[in-house]
C-alpha cells in the first residue's frame, strides 16, 4: 500500500454521529502529521483536524471543536475522524491527508479518495 485508504462516511440526520477511517502505509503513519479535510458543495477543501499518531498537538477548526475528535490505531496504521453532533453544514467530501502540518490544503501532499458524508435536517 503506497497511499491512504478512506472508508466510513454515509448518511445520517442532524445530531447524528459518524466515524472517517484513513489507512496509511505504515512509514508514513510513523513519520507525518495527518489532516482532515471537508469540501462542502461547491467550495474548497478546508481544514477540520491536524493531529499526529506519535505525538505532538491536535489542531481543530472553530467549527467542529467539541463536536469531532481525532483518534488512531497504531496496530492497523489507521486514524479517525470521529463526528458527533452532526449539522447539515458539514455534508460534503472529507480528505485525509499527510505531509502538512496545521490546517492548510496546501501543505499536504498526499490524499485519501474522498469520502460522502450527507447530514440530513
Known amino acids: 500500500q503506497d497511499h491512504l485508504m478512506q472508508s466510513g462516511g454515509g448518511s445520517v440526520q442532524a445530531g447524528g454521529s459518524l466515524r472517517l477511517s484513513c489507512a496509511a502505509p505504515?512509514?508514513?503513519?510513523?513519520?507525518?502529521?495527518f489532516g482532515w479535510f471537508h469540501q462542502a458543495p461547491g467550495k474548497g477543501r478546508e481544514g477540520v483536524a491536524s493531529?499526529?499518531?506519535?505525538?505532538?498537538?491536535?489542531y481543530y477548526d472553530d467549527s467542529v471543536k467539541g463536536r469531532f475528535t481525532v483518534s488512531q490505531d497504531n496496530a492497523k496504521n489507521t486514524v479517525y475522524l470521529q463526528m458527533n453532533s452532526l449539522k447539515p453544514e458539514d455534508s460534503g467530501i472529507y480528505y485525509c491527508?499527510?505531509?502538512?502540518?496545521?490546517?492548510?490544503?496546501?501543505?499536504?501532499?498526499?490524499w485519501g479518495q474522498g469520502t460522502q458524508v450527507t447530514v440530513s435536517s
Open positions: 505504515e512509514f508514513v503513519y510513523k513519520l507525518d502529521r
Open positions: 493531529f499526529s499518531p506519535t505525538g505532538g498537538p491536535t
Open positions: 491527508a499527510t505531509g502538512g502540518y496545521g490546517l492548510h490544503v496546501k501543505e499536504y501532499t498526499l
